[in-house]
């Protein structure tokens, strides 16, 4: 797999995005581990998640 990574989820907005951005959270988590790395959340009323063929 090559960047850039995409990853979706599903559920109550505000929910995941506080367990996202929390002190401790996974995005601080990953940038404590990878200070280069770029991350940005969005919040969707709708998404589309296909199928990887796995």
Known sequence: MTPPY???AIGEKKVLDKALTQAGG??????LAYPELKITIT???N???????M
């Not at 996974?26 to 940038?31: D, E, G, P, V, Y």
């Not at 998404?47 to 063929?53: A, H, K, T």
């Open 6 to 8: 995409a990853i979706k």
């Open 26 to 31: 996974l995005t601080s988590r990953l940038k």
């Open 43 to 45: 919040q969707e009323d």
């Open 47 to 53: 998404i589309e998640m296909l199928s990887s063929g």
